[in-house]
């Protein structure tokens, strides 16, 4: 039997949002057994709770955003997958804003100020969902399926296919979540130039940074248009690594993009709100397809 586990101590983080721009703070706070993970919108009135759970995701354009009684919280899969990593079941996180601080576009800073607040055992057992038959989510207008199949332990097996000259197909494994930490948490989100160009142009990513994602370059770009983008990111110059990346970044993997996919996972699967022992396969996931699996998989195993 496994217990539950909360943080010993509060932590906070502080930074800008990815897509709303908005500088705020996030604090990771203990919480009792069995009380789950809740964002608290403190710049709100009544500081209402949003719970982070998949039956509150309202929308996954542009990463994971949930919502309770009209309050959201944006891109909170980040987040998740820490606590999954850090195995903290119990949490309160108060939150200034709408969106947590995008920070370097991993899960690293987070674990590592979960760490420092350090975890405490409670007295109440960890529930998992065990899987006991196969379930089986497609999207066939982009292609992904997701599966999850009944196993002895969790693991994820993840694969991209972006048909792309400068990112090839790219696999990740995780077979324990002990690997998370290392292995995963750091790999950041990545984004193609001609995608970040019309996200500029729509004012979609006003936290954006070339510090926090990996930009990937398909198509020959003209000096004029790195200047451009160097300058809308407040940068003296950019320029095209060898291996199609713009050179803000270096990568930690050769397939650090398929690692971040699998982290995502992680993450979009903790708004189950309890660790599934099975094995996930995933062909080109995303998040409208990974929570939309994890409400299938509510639906199949009735919980």
């Not at 997958?81 to 079941?89: K, N, P, V, Y």
């Not at 992904?144 to 196993?151: K, Q, S, T």
């Not at 969790?154 to 696999?171: H, P, R």
Request: neutral net charge.
């Amino acid at each position: 039997m496994e217990r539950q586990h909360t943080i010993k101590k509060s932590v906070s983080i502080s930074g800008t949002g990815l897509h709303t721009g908005q500088q705020g703070t996030l604090t990771f706070l203990p919480a009792d057994a069995n009380h789950g993970i809740k964002f608290r919108r403190t710049d709100v009135e009544g500081r209402p709770i949003v719970e982070a759970r998949v039956a509150n995701v309202v929308d996954t354009s542009r990463g994971t955003t949930i919502a309770q009684n009209g309050v959201k919280v944006y891109t909170v899969e980040h987040i998740m997958a820490s606590l999954r990593g850090s195995g903290i079941d119990n949490v309160l996180i108060d939150l200034n804003c709408e969106e947590p601080p995008i920070l370097d576009g991993s899960a690293k800073i987070m674990m590592d100020a979960l760490k420092e607040a350090g975890k405490v055992e409670q007295d109440a057992e960890r529930k998992y969902l065990k899987i006991n038959k196969k379930i089986v989510y497609t999207h066939p207008k982009v292609g992904c399926e997701l599966v999850v199949e009944p196993a002895d332990k969790f693991s994820i097996d993840v694969k991209v296919d972006y048909k792309s000259g400068v990112l090839n197909i790219q696999e990740a494994h995780l077979t324990d979540i002990k690997e998370f930490e290392k292995e995963f948490a750091p790999c950041r989100t990545f984004v193609f130039f001609q995608e970040l160009e019309m996200l500029l142009k729509n004012n979609l990513i006003k936290g954006g940074d070339l510090s926090n994602a990996i930009v990937f370059i398909e198509k020959q770009v003209s000096e004029k248009d790195l200047r451009r983008v160097a300058k809308l990111f407040n940068k003296e110059s950019v320029a095209v690594h060898e291996g199609g990346i713009l050179n803000n970044v270096t990568l930690y993997f050769d397939n650090e993009p398929a690692r971040h996919k699998l982290l995502d996972i992680v993450g979009d699967l903790t708004l189950l709100g309890m660790p599934i022992i099975g094995k996930v396969t995933a062909y080109k996931p995303g998040h409208f397809a990974n929570t939309e699996f994890v409400k299938t998989i509510v639906k199949e195993m009735q919980c």
